[in-house]
């Protein structure tokens, strides 16, 4: 009975001590944080807390007074400078065909450089017309992601100032566990192990595989002291306690009615693909018991291939499509049919 009784305690130890497990769990998701490309007073609001948006979709709207006004008078810029540049050109060429005794060669350069001018201005008001819609249209804010609005606090007549974030949606698409597991248990774990996450108030796990394992975490040693030299505490105990190292989980499927918080906390538990791979309970029960006792006197062997020198990119990343600046209008397309007969000469008129 004392041996079964002291066999017990050592794979108690064992898998309290170094088996890849680990009650310090938490859910991560990462938070699109929405701020307008403009200012304006905010005039209407579509969404409420916690409500769920789809990608593409409203969130608040801008008063666009301000901007239809300036897309207006863009519009009427272009015309003006289009009717400018059809009119000097044709001065332009019609100076070009005179002979030297109606025209001077001075002259000609004169009416040339005018119609280079006026090119310029012509391009610099599509531009500007340019720059007057995108801000007409960017008066919908809508949302980046697909997920949940959060901790909403805006109101309609609220001021929203261009660049600050005032509207927050939890990407749904981007749930992941990190497991706080100790040095000692990390020469168990491999990319692409099974993992089973108890979160805690539900029964049944929510599953997934190893996805990373962080390369480097915060050292207070590491910071300077005085002149530049390392700043090194001293250690009262000794008791060496391990230090815990991020492993991040891709998480494949959740259980239904089990809802994803960022925050809450969850029991990690590692699956090794041999572990997974036995069928026999029986068959399971003996190896573990075997390879607990192993570890138990040696230290565990890291299994090869483990953790990759190159992590591969499995997810494509995500961008938001950037806008582009429309193509140049000419003029005859601006004011088509402007002053019939311009491109004639005088003496055929």
Same mark, same amino acid.
């Given at each position: 009975m004392a041996l079964v009784a002291l066999l017990i305690a050592l794979l108690t130890w064992q898998q309290y001590v170094m088996a890849p497990w680990t009650r310090d769990g938490t859910v991560r998701v990462q938070v699109a944080n929405v701020a307008p490309q403009i200012s304006g007073q905010i005039n209407d609001i579509r969404v409420v807390d916690n409500q769920y948006v789809h990608k593409g979709e409203v969130l608040y709207t801008i008063e666009p007074f301000d901007f239809e006004v300036a897309q207006q008078t863009g519009v009427a810029t272009v015309q003006q400078r289009?009717?400018?540049?059809?009119?000097?050109?044709?001065?332009?060429? %019609?100076?070009?065909?005179?002979?030297?005794?109606?025209?001077?060669?001075?002259?000609?350069?004169?009416?040339?450089?005018?119609?280079?001018?006026?090119?310029?201005?012509?391009?610099?008001?599509?531009?500007?017309l340019a720059q007057a819609e995108i801000n007409l249209k960017r008066t919908s804010v809508v949302s980046p992601v697909n997920g949940y609005v959060t901790n909403l606090l805006m109101r309609v007549g609220d001021f929203a100032h261009a660049g600050t974030s005032n509207i927050s949606v939890i990407d749904t698409d981007s749930f992941w566990i990190d497991g706080y597991f100790e040095e000692t248990k990390l020469a168990r774990i491999c990319v692409g192990d099974r993992v089973e996450a108890k979160l805690m108030g539900y029964g049944q796990p929510v599953t997934g595989r190893v996805g990373t394992v962080t390369r480097g975490i915060s050292v207070s040693n590491a910071a300077a002291g005085a002149q530049g030299l390392p700043n090194v505490d001293p250690v009262y105990t000794w008791v060496r306690l391990a230090q815990r190292v991020p492993v991040r989980i891709s998480i494949d499927t959740v259980p239904s009615g089990v809802p994803l918080v960022s925050g809450m906390t969850a029991t990690v538990t590692v699956r090794p693909a041999a572990e997974v791979a036995r069928p026999n309970w029986f068959e %399971?029960?003996?190896?573990?018991?075997?390879? %607990?006792l192993t570890d138990l006197f040696n230290d565990p062997l890291p299994r090869p291939n483990c953790l990759p020198v190159m992590t591969i990119q499995r997810v494509p990343t995500e961008s938001i499509p950037a806008e582009t600046v429309p193509g140049a209008t000419s003029p005859e397309q601006i004011n088509p049919g402007l002053a019939p007969g311009m491109d004639l000469s005088p003496r055929n008129r």
């Open positions: 289009a009717a400018d540049l059809q009119v000097k050109q044709v001065e332009s060429e %019609r100076r070009q065909h005179l002979t030297n005794l109606a025209t001077t060669a001075e002259e000609q350069q004169i009416f040339a450089g005018n119609a280079v001018q006026a090119k310029a201005a012509l391009n610099a008001a599509q531009q500007q %399971r029960m003996r190896r573990d018991v075997v390879d %607990r």
